[in-house]
């Protein structure tokens, strides 16, 4: 499968962002679907995810309560909404892929990565 996230940009600390990330293929269903981010000079990290039938999401805890994934089966497409950011938000997102997976709180659970897309808060 193939990933292509959308939605990245400069905002506002305080501000809000949507990024999308689009698949190919006709088993999107199938996946469980998420986000991770890399800041510069720091490792990868876990940010949220949504499981393949779209009932349980995890999140980190730097981003409960602020940040929200969803997914849209029919357009093959998983979201992540961005609320309140802070300028330790700023990273590259990358949209991941996972076959059958509930949880995608670790690399080792992903089978496919999408390429990145900025995303910078000013302070």
């Known amino acids: 499968v193939q990933l292509q996230a959308f939605g990245g940009g400069l905002v506002q600390a305080g501000g809000s962002l949507r990024l999308s990330c689009a698949a190919s293929?006709?088993?999107?269903?199938?996946?469980?679907m998420g986000w991770f981010r890399q800041a510069p000079g720091k490792e990868r990290e876990f940010v949220a995810s949504?499981?393949?039938?779209?009932?349980?999401?995890s999140y980190a805890d730097s981003v409960k309560g602020r940040f929200t994934v969803s997914r849209d089966n029919a357009k093959n497409t998983v979201y992540l909404q961005m609320n309140s950011l802070k300028p330790e938000d700023t990273a590259v997102y990358y949209c991941?892929?996972?076959?059958?997976?509930?949880?995608?709180?670790?690399?080792?659970?992903?089978?496919?990565w999408g390429q990145g897309t900025q995303v910078t808060v000013s302070s």
């Open positions: 293929g006709r088993t999107f269903s199938s996946y469980g």
């Open positions: 991941v892929a996972g076959v059958l997976r509930t949880r995608l709180t670790v690399t080792t659970n992903v089978d496919y």
């Open positions: 949504i499981s393949w039938s779209g009932g349980i999401s």
